[in-house]
C-alpha cells in the first residue's frame, strides 16, 4: 500500500510539469541558438515526460491488483500455501579451524542448513544467533562466545555445493582460546523472518 501511495505522488508531480513544458518557442537565455533547435528539444523533453507518466500509471495499475488480490485472501491461508522451514540443520563439518596455519585454531565455522517441509535446504531470510559452549565449565564461565548474523549479512554468507547448499558462518575465536579444554558446544538460532517460527539446533564440536 505504500508503494502505491508513492507511485500517485510521483505520478501527481509529473503531471503538472507536463502541462508547464511547451510545446515551442524559446526558452529564456536561448536567443543564441536556432529556434528550431530549441524546440525540438522542448519536444523530446515533453515526450520523455510522457512517457514516465504513462510507465507510472501502469505500475500504479499493477500495484492496485496486487492490493486487491492480497485482501481477498486470508493471511492464514497465504502462509499455509507457501513452501516454510520445519528445521535447521549443523553440519557435521562445523568446528574450529586453524585458518592460517599457525598451530592455533582461531575460527569457528558454522555450517548451517535451512531445511524447508519438503526437506531440502533453502536460502530464507531471518536472523541467526551463535552461542559456543563450554558445559563443562562452572556456569559463570559456561558462555565462551555469542554472536548475531543480521539477515542482510546471511544472504551474502550462502554457499553451494555439488551435494547441498548452506549457510557459512565465521567466527574470530581467538581472544576465547578454546584450546586445551574439552569438548565444546555450538548453539545456533534462526527466526524465520517469513512465519516469525523460532527454530534451534546444537552440536558438540572438540577443539
Do not use: H
Not at 500455501?81 to 563439518?93: F, W, Y
Not at 564461565?141 to 557459512?168: C, F, N
Not at 565465521?170 to 586445551?180: L, M, R
Amino acid at each position: 500500500m505504500r508503494t502505491r501511495v508513492f507511485a500517485f505522488k510521483i505520478l501527481s508531480a509529473l503531471i503538472p510539469a507536463l502541462a508547464l513544458v511547451p510545446a515551442g518557442g524559446c526558452r529564456n537565455g536561448d536567443t543564441g541558438r536556432p529556434q528550431w533547435e530549441q524546440v525540438r528539444e522542448l519536444q523530446t523533453e515533453r515526450t520523455e515526460l510522457r512517457l514516465q507518466v504513462e510507465e507510472l500509471q501502469a505500475q500504479n495499475e499493477q500495484l492496485a491488483q496486487q492490493v486487491d488480490a492480497l485482501a481477498a485472501l486470508q493471511r492464514e491461508v497465504r502462509l499455509e500455501a507457501l513452501d516454510t522451514v520445519k528445521a535447521i540443520e549443523l553440519s557435521r563439518r562445523t568446528g574450529l579451524f586453524d585458518k592460517d596455519n599457525d598451530g592455533t585454531k582461531e575460527s569457528l565455522i558454522v555450517y548451517l542448513r535451512i531445511i524447508d517441509e519438503a526437506g531440502d535446504a533453502v536460502k530464507n531470510t531471518g536472523e541467526v544467533e551463535v552461542q559456543l559452549w563450554d558445559l563443562n565449565a562452572p556456569e559463570a564461565e559456561a558462555l565462551l562466545g555469542k554472536w548475531q548474523v543480521t539477515p542482510d549479512e546471511l544472504t551474502r554468507l550462502w554457499a553451494s555445493t555439488i551435494m547441498t547448499s548452506y549457510y557459512r558462518l565465521t567466527f574470530n575465536v581467538a581472544d576465547i582460546n578454546p584450546a586445551g579444554r574439552g569438548e565444546l558446544t555450538v548453539r545456533v538460532t534462526f527466526t524465520d523472518y517469513l512465519t516469525g517460527k523460532v527454530l534451534r539446533q546444537q552440536t558438540v564440536i572438540k577443539p
